[in-house]
Every structure is written in structure tokens, then in C-alpha cells.
């Protein structure tokens, strides 16, 4: 284990799981950071969607396709699952040809598991597969990192007749189980894992447990053996018979579970883009298929599905995650405020496409615009600096925020001096600012960019799309006033799930919901500014519910003060 973990690649892998299984909770500041653990691989996106979108989960006839609202419909714990998964998959399947046929095997398993967990009635799907997948870990590491050790064990079972057991414990020393119990339990894993990695036939301490031992068994029996299908088929009654005790399906049960983790691994292939294991998951099923008397398992061609690149494709993902941003934002929805800004960030993230995205609010006392929440590329690193004075000192966010109006770099304009400087220490190659504002009051602004090393730094974003970021930002601002409305419009209003305090506390959702309160002097001169910009004090003081006459008084102060600074 010391040597595995000392290898150049695994400490990432180790950190990708750490990371992953370490998000406890269903809080925001944890729906956050597993959101950006899930947007940052594609076909986990995808694997997220199609969950939630499955006949267990799926609530309503609607589909889903914002990953941050499958995974509210999921919870924490079942992305974890499936996260924790697909990254053991994703990091495994692309070696040798000996761990591409392990990697197939451990997906064949998670999925026989996951059917048969829903065949019994079992509550948590995901857990199954989660311990399907990670059955052989300890066999997975072994072939990976100890290539001699591993050959030298399939030698003497496939030319010198050993067993596997013995094989293994003539070369090693200990089981595979051994090794792959102690990794799980570096990486945190539940117990239950451990449990299936250990579990067989006739000694399973928990039915999920029994449920890992069978479909791993059921694996083996269909895909590990060297023998024609009419064999399969008799070791396949064999592991039908030594399971009956706790595994109680029929056959015919038994033959759905087969088929249907044959369809689920050709998706998964097919969203993974995997053409050079096409050929052998399709040997493999077609044993399959002649070993459960099932003529076709498969429907559809092998679909490359990559994220969306043609402007067909672009549209119809910005129309779908919009609708979706557009129900949350609805009071009636139910949907907390905070889950309507993570949905609005994922929407900007994915429908730009922009490398991050960040929602920030002004503090309790209107002094400070901090940063809430964000998803994207190194976004953690980027959060503590996004933590402005709402003043002349707190540069080009601020002061883009305080014009009240879009603003996207260099799109409308080449950046001056200090936006350079500051784009520049961030590595920035372009960014917008999207200003929240209700009922006339500055509460926020909506951030994005494109980094100066990422993929997109020197394309810079069409009309239509600094149009699609505005209205998100329109349908917050919607979703902020309606909540308003419900609680009525001085009334108290129970706080909602917010993120805890990070480097300066943003205000509470809550008081984004609260009425507006007596005006900051920040307020007084952006409302000033409007007036001094061409708006007509009528229309100032509709948007904003300050008199006219008021608003004249404030003209003149700003004035006044703005001529003794000259002096």
C-alpha cells in the first residue's frame, strides 16, 4: 500500500475520492462543492442526469437536465455513490488491456448489483453499485501497479492448474480483498464496501453484502470463464443455486438483471466515447445474450455523447437548463433561494460555456459585495479573492456592479489599466458582470469568465450568449422579488440553507428575501448615477420607491460633496 501510494498518479486519484466522499451533507456549501466535483467530468454529468432521471428517482414526467437538480432530487449520498464510482472507472479503464478487462468486469458487476438491489426492494440503489464497483479494487490495484506480480498469478492458474486463491496467495501473500479493504479505508469509504469485498456465497455479515458476493459471482460465472456459452449457462445455475438462500429472484428475474446491466454498461460506453472496448463488451454480450435466451440486448447505435458543440445542440442545452431555472425561481416551486442561484450558476457554466462562475451578495451591512457560491475550473482558489469594498477602492466588479447595466470584457469594451492588472493577477483572459437588482437595489451581480489558461481564452462569447447570461441573472432577480412578494413585504422570513461563514460572511439568503431597508450611501449615489446618466426621476423613483423629491435631495448632496473632493 506504501508503494501505491507513493506512485505518481494515485495521490490525484486518492484526493478526486477524499474530496468526494468527505461531502457529508445536503446543505448548500456541500451541494456546492460536489457540483463542482460532478460538472467537472462530463460523463459524470451525464451519469448524474440519467439517474435522476431513472424510473426510481424521477418524481415528475418532466426530465431533467441540470446536474444541480438531480442531485437535489438525489441527495448528497446517492452522488457520492455514483461519483465515487465512475471516478475509480475513469481513472482505471484506460491502461492496459488487462486492467481495460478488469475495469469492464467491476462496471458489469456494479450494474448487476444495482438491478438486483432494485429487484429486492432495497432502498439505496447506488449503494449496491458502489460496492459492485469496487469488489475487485484490491485485484484492480495489484494489476496496475505489481504488472510481474499479477502476470505471474494468471500463469499459474491459466498453465500450471492453480486456483485462483492459491495463485494469489503463493505470489502476494495475502488476497486481494486485504489490499483493497485497507485502500477503502484510506480513502473513507463506508463500511459497506469493505463488507461486499469480503463477502461470498455462504458468509454475507448484511444483504447488501450477500447482493456484492452475487453479482460479483454472477460476473465471473458469465464473462470470467473460459468455456462455451453452454458452460456459462452451468455455472451460471451454480451461482444461481449457492446464493438462493439470501438472493431470493428467479431466473427469470435473474435474466432481466443480466440485460438490463448490459444496456446500462453500453450507455456508459457510449456517453464515455470508449471505441476501443466496444468490440469486447460486445463479445461479451453477445455470450450473454445466448447464455439468457435474450435474441438482442442492445438498442441504438454506439452514440458518442460529448458536450454539446453545435450551435443546435448549444440552443437546445440553454433552452432546457433555463426552463429548469425558471420553475425553481418560482415562489410556488418550494425550491430554496440557495438552490435557485446554484442552479443559475450551472446554467451559465454549461450554457456559455464559461470556465467559472460566481454569485456574489452584498453583506448584512451593504458594505462588502462577497462572493456566495461559484462553480468551475479551480474555483476554491479563486472564491477568497472575490471579497469587494462597495466603494471606489473595490475595483472592476464593483464599479461594473454599481453601473447597474451588463458589462462582459472585451466584448464591450477593451479593458483600462486597473481591469487589466486585476484580470491579469486572477489569470482572467475575459469576464462579465451581470448586476442583481431588485426593486431598484443593488443586492448583487452575477460573475463569469474565461480563463487565460483554459480551452476558450481567446474566444470570446457571442451576443446571444451575454443575452442567455442576462436572463439568468433576470430570472434570479424574479426568484429574489417573488419570494419577497410571498412572505410579504415587511415580514420576517425563516432563514434558509446558506453557505457557512468562508473568509468574510455574505448576507444570509434570508435577507436578499427581507424588504429593503433605509438606503446606504453606496445606494444614494447609484441611484444618483442613474439620474446623472439620462433616467428620468419618474422612472427612478418607480423602480426604486424613493420620491422624486428625495431623489433630487440625494442629486444635490452627491453633487455638492463631488465639487469640495475637487477643490
Not at 448490459?262 to 450507455?267: K, V
Request: hydrophobic residues 45%; aromatic residues 4%.
Amino acid at each position: 500500500m506504501s508503494r501505491i501510494l507513493e506512485g505518481s498518479d494515485f495521490p490525484a486519484l486518492s484526493k478526486q475520492i477524499i474530496e468526494t466522499i468527505s461531502t457529508l451533507d445536503d446543505d448548500a456549501s456541500s451541494l456546492q462543492r460536489l457540483a463542482n466535483v460532478v460538472l467537472r467530468e462530463y460523463s459524470l454529468t451525464l451519469s448524474v442526469v440519467r439517474t435522476a432521471n431513472s424510473a426510481h428517482y424521477r418524481r415528475s414526467g418532466r426530465s431533467i437536465q441540470s446536474a444541480t437538480h438531480a442531485m437535489m432530487m438525489l441527495g448528497a449520498k446517492t452522488v457520492r455513490q455514483l461519483a465515487s464510482s465512475l471516478l475509480l472507472f475513469e481513472n482505471f479503464h484506460r491502461r492496459s488491456p488487462a486492467l481495460k478487462e478488469l475495469m469492464l468486469q467491476s462496471l458489469l458487476t456494479a450494474n448487476h448489483a444495482r438491478e438486483v438491489a432494485n429487484k429486492l426492494g432495497m432502498q439505496e440503489p447506488e449503494e449496491a453499485h458502489l460496492c459492485g464497483m469496487f469488489r475487485n479494487l484490491g485485484e484492480v490495484l495489484i494489476a496496475c501497479h505489481f504488472g510481474e506480480d499479477y502476470a505471474r498469478i494468471q500463469t499459474m492458474m491459466h498453465d500450471e492448474g492453480k486456483s485462483e486463491t492459491g495463485a494469489i496467495k503463493a505470489v502476494l501473500g495475502f488476497a486481494y480483498a486485504d489490499l483493497g479493504a485497507e485502500v477503502s479505508r484510506h480513502w473513507g469509504m463506508p463500511e459497506t464496501v469493505v463488507q461486499g469485498m469480503r463477502a461470498r456465497a455462504s458468509t454475507s455479515v448484511s444483504l447488501s453484502a450477500a447482493v456484492t458476493a452475487f453479482s460479483h459471482d454472477l460476473t465471473a460465472a458469465l464473462y470470467r470463464q473460459d468455456h462455451a456459452p453452454d458452460g456459462a449457462g452451468v455455472a451460471l445455475e451454480a451461482v444461481i443455486e449457492q446464493h438462493s438462500a439470501k438472493i431470493k429472484l428467479s431466473r427469470e428475474h435473474v435474466r432481466e438483471v443480466i440485460a438490463s446491466a448490459l444496456n446500462e454498461t453500453r450507455e456508459l460506453f457510449s456517453s464515455l466515447h470508449i471505441p476501443s472496448d466496444r468490440q469486447r463488451f460486445k463479445e461479451l454480450s453477445e455470450s450473454a445474450r445466448a447464455v439468457i435466451g435474450v435474441a438482442s440486448v442492445e438498442t441504438g447505435e454506439w452514440m458518442a455523447a460529448t458536450p454539446a458543440t453545435s450551435e443546435d445542440d448549444v440552443l437546445e442545452l440553454r433552452d432546457r437548463l433555463r426552463q429548469e431555472l425558471e420553475s425553481a425561481a418560482d415562489a410556488s416551486s418550494g425550491t430554496a433561494l440557495s438552490d435557485v442561484l446554484l442552479l443559475g450558476l450551472e446554467a451559465a457554466l454549461r450554457g456559455g460555456p464559461f470556465d467559472r462562475v460566481i454569485v456574489c451578495i452584498l453583506d448584512a451591512d451593504r458594505g462588502r459585495l462577497v462572493a456566495r457560491s461559484g462553480l468551475g475550473d479551480g474555483i476554491e482558489a479563486l472564491l477568497p479573492h472575490f471579497d469587494f469594498p462597495m466603494n471606489v477602492r473595490g475595483g472592476p466588479v464593483v464599479t461594473a456592479t454599481q453601473q447597474r447595466a451588463p458589462l462582459y470584457l472585451p466584448n464591450d469594451r477593451s479593458m483600462n489599466a486597473i481591469e487589466a492588472r486585476w484580470a491579469g493577477t486572477l489569470r482572467v483572459a475575459q469576464f462579465g458582470v451581470f448586476p442583481i437588482v431588485v426593486a431598484g437595489k443593488i443586492v448583487g451581480c452575477l460573475y463569469v469568465d474565461r480563463a487565460m489558461d483554459g480551452t476558450m481564452a481567446a474566444i470570446t462569447p457571442d451576443r446571444a450568449t451575454l443575452r442567455y447570461v442576462k436572463l439568468l441573472s433576470d430570472i434570479v432577480v424574479t426568484a429574489i422579488a417573488a419570494r419577497r412578494r410571498l412572505s410579504g413585504v415587511n415580514a420576517a422570513v425563516a432563514p434558509v440553507r446558506h453557505t457557512p461563514a468562508r473568509v468574510v460572511p455574505a448576507a444570509p439568503i434570508a435577507a436578499l428575501v427581507a424588504a429593503p431597508g433605509p438606503r446606504s450611501g453606496a445606494d444614494r449615489v447609484a441611484l444618483v448615477l442613474q439620474l446623472l446618466q439620462g433616467a428620468s426621476s419618474a422612472s427612478v423613483s418607480q423602480e426604486s420607491g424613493v420620491p422624486v423629491a428625495q431623489l433630487e435631495a440625494w442629486r444635490g448632496e452627491v453633487l455638492a460633496a463631488a465639487a469640495a473632493r475637487l477643490q
